[in-house]
C-alpha cells in the first residue's frame, strides 16, 4: 500500500516565494519597457527616470500643449536628461531654415533636433541643467555642464539663457549668453553678415561663435577651416579636431 506524502512545509513557502518574485519582477519589466504616452503627469525624462525606465523614446507633456514625443537619456550622471540635439554620423542635414528649427526635425533615436518650440516649452516652467557631451574621431570625450539654461519663446527668437558652467571641455557657451537664435533664413545676430549663412549652420550666434554644435557635419579628423564645420572651441584639445559626436540634453 502507499502512502501520500505531507508537502513539505519548506518547499511550499519556497515555492510561495519564488512566485511572488516572479510576479514582481515580470510587472516591473512591463513597467520598465511600457511606454508613458498615457501618462499626462510625466513633463520631461527627469518625472521617468525616478520610476526606472530605461533609455528610450517616451511621449512626454509639459505645460502650455499637447504632448510630444522625446529621446530619454537614463543611463549620463543620475539619468533623467531630455535629449534635444544629436550628431553622430551626419547622415542628418543640419543645415536648415527657420520654421525646421522650430519644429524639429530627424530622428529621435539617431540625429536630430528637437525644436526650439519644444525646448522653450521644456525650459519655460521650470529650473533646467544643460549638458553637452563631445568627442573627437579619435575617441577623445570632454563634457560641458551649465546649472542654469533656458530659452524664451518665438517673440524673443528663442534668446538663450546659460550660466554656471562646469566641466571639461571649456565654457564656450558663454560668448553665446543672451542671443537670439539665427538662421541661414533668418539673421538675428550681432554681426554685419548672417553667421548662420557664412558658417553654414544655425545657432544663438553673436558675432560669430565658440560653438557651433549645428553646422556641418565633416568625416576628416583635423579641422582645416573651424568656421564651417561642426564645433566647439574648447581647453581640452591642443589642436582642433572635428567632433565626431555631440550630444546636448537637459534636466
Not at 549663412?197 to 560669430?208: L, N, P, S, T, V
Request: proline residues 1%.
Amino acid at each position: 500500500m502507499y502512502q501520500t506524502r505531507k508537502p513539505n512545509p519548506c518547499i511550499l513557502l519556497f515555492t510561495f516565494v519564488l512566485v511572488v518574485l516572479m510576479t514582481i519582477t515580470n510587472a516591473d519589466r512591463n513597467r520598465v519597457t511600457s511606454t508613458s504616452d498615457s501618462d499626462h503627469n510625466v513633463r520631461d525624462c527627469s518625472d521617468l527616470e525616478r520610476k526606472h525606465y530605461r533609455s528610450r523614446v517616451y511621449t512626454i507633456y509639459p505645460a502650455g500643449g499637447a504632448g510630444f514625443k522625446v529621446f530619454c537619456d537614463m543611463e549620463t550622471g543620475q539619468g533623467g536628461w531630455t535629449v534635444f540635439q544629436r550628431r553622430q554620423d551626419g547622415k542628418v542635414d543640419f543645415y536648415r531654415g527657420w520654421e525646421e528649427y522650430v519644429n524639429g526635425f530627424g530622428n529621435l533615436n539617431t540625429e536630430f533636433w528637437l525644436g526650439n518650440d519644444k525646448i522653450y516649452r521644456l525650459t519655460s516652467r521650470g529650473q533646467y541643467e544643460l549638458r553637452v557631451n563631445l568627442e573627437d574621431f579619435d575617441g577623445n570625450k570632454a563634457y560641458a555642464k551649465y546649472s542654469t539654461f533656458y530659452i524664451g519663446d518665438k517673440s524673443t527668437n528663442y534668446k538663450l539663457t546659460v550660466k554656471g558652467y562646469s566641466g571639461t571641455a571649456g565654457d564656450s557657451l558663454k560668448r553665446h549668453n543672451k542671443q537670439a537664435f539665427s538662421t541661414k533664413d533668418q539673421d538675428n545676430d550681432s554681426h554685419s553678415s548672417d553667421c548662420a549663412e557664412d558658417y553654414k549652420g544655425a545657432w544663438w550666434y553673436k558675432d560669430c561663435h565658440d560653438a557651433n554644435l549645428n553646422g556641418l557635419y565633416s568625416i576628416k579628423k583635423l579641422i582645416h577651416d573651424v568656421n564651417f564645420s561642426m564645433n566647439y572651441l574648447s581647453i581640452w584639445r591642443e589642436v582642433q579636431y572635428n567632433l565626431q559626436k555631440a550630444l546636448c540634453f537637459l534636466a
